[in-house]
């Protein structure tokens, strides 16, 4: 008879248990999703890596998150923090829906609110200038000269119109071809060496200032071999004519085998000289600064010029006003 009692209870214990089990396996409660980054309705550059981050959780435990671009699932992860580098070079500039689900481990799903996305293919400095963007070769560069006037921490950059003062400065400046504000609207604008290496920095956010190196990388996607690259002085075959915006709005005649097939659209904006801070050139030469230093008085720069099509490269004196473009981190 004991025997029979505990047997039944066993049993009775067993098919709690089961029952117990059973109630939990099925719980069909869905995980909690949230889109963590990026923000509803942010606007990122197209072609930025967006790594778009999502909590999720579950008291069974997340088994894995799925993450959907435009209806179209693009990654899964199963560890947190659940991400997925979104990689937007090859989208359109527009609108773009994000959204993700969460599978616990009992296969309930949960998806999040679906959060939108604007990709532009422009760029705006501080000033709220707006540049538009080429890419070429494996780089992207603004696609027009810069012309902001305060570095990204706000700081103002002072702007020095007198010739003799400018030729005097050790301190970050800019100016406008001539002081015309004409000038300055069509070509850019001219800076200083202090202010192209100023630490505050005077690209916009995720941009700056190539360096000489990679001049020669802009330079070999257009057809130069690396030992032309590495030459000193005008140097390539029709690279600089690849750069230069066709035709005599912005440059003198003749503006020698002028094509822009890069897009790069370079104008002849001139110079300001660093010794007696006068203007010259406008018309007849463009003139970029690197980032990279030649030696203790000269930074490296590249030349264009509208009776070659050849590209310059030269180490120019650091107190020189000269035009900037500028390439995606």
């Not at 099925?26 to 890596?49: E, H, K, L, S, W």
Request: hydrophobic letters at 35%.
């Amino acid at each position: 008879m004991k025997k029979i009692i505990i047997l039944v209870v066993l049993i009775c214990v067993s098919f709690f248990m089961f029952s117990c089990s059973k109630s939990t396996d099925t719980d069909t409660t869905a995980p909690t999703v949230t889109i963590t980054f990026p923000a509803n309705n942010q606007q990122f550059t197209q072609g930025a890596v967006i790594t778009i981050t999502v909590t999720a959780t579950d008291a069974r435990g997340i088994k894995e998150v799925k993450f959907y671009i435009d209806g179209t699932q693009v990654g899964t992860d199963d560890t947190t923090p659940y991400e997925y580098e979104w990689d937007t070079g090859a989208l359109k500039d527009t609108t773009h829906s994000i959204y993700a689900k969460a599978w616990d481990n009992n296969d309930n799903i949960g998806t999040s609110s679906t959060i939108n996305v604007t990709l532009t293919n422009t760029v705006t400095d501080y000033d709220g200038n707006v540049y538009h963007i080429v890419k070429i070769g494996d780089q992207e560069w603004l696609l027009e000269n810069l012309k902001v006037t305060h570095f990204k921490n706000g700081d103002a950059i002072p702007q020095e119109t007198d010739n003799a003062t400018w030729a005097d400065l050790t301190t970050a400046a800019y100016c406008m071809y001539d002081n015309s504000t004409t000038y300055g609207q069509a070509y850019g604008y001219l800076y200083n060496w202090y202010a192209v290496s100023d630490t505050r920095g005077l690209a916009p956010e995720g941009w700056h200032i190539p360096s000489d190196e990679e001049w020669k990388e802009l330079e070999m996607a257009l057809g130069m071999s690396q030992a032309e690259a590495d030459a000193v002085g005008w140097r390539g075959t029709d690279q600089g004519g690849q750069l230069k915006e066709a035709g005599t709005t912005h440059w003198a005649n003749p503006n020698t085998a002028a094509t822009n097939t890069s897009g790069f659209t370079a104008l002849g904006g001139g110079r300001r000289s660093g010794s007696t801070g006068y203007f010259t050139s406008i018309g007849n030469y463009a003139f970029f600064w690197t980032s990279t230093e030649y030696d203790a008085d000269n930074i490296w720069t590249r030349w264009l010029a509208h009776d070659t099509s050849q590209i310059d490269r030269t180490g120019y004196p650091l107190k020189g006003g000269y035009t900037v473009r500028c390439v995606r981190d």
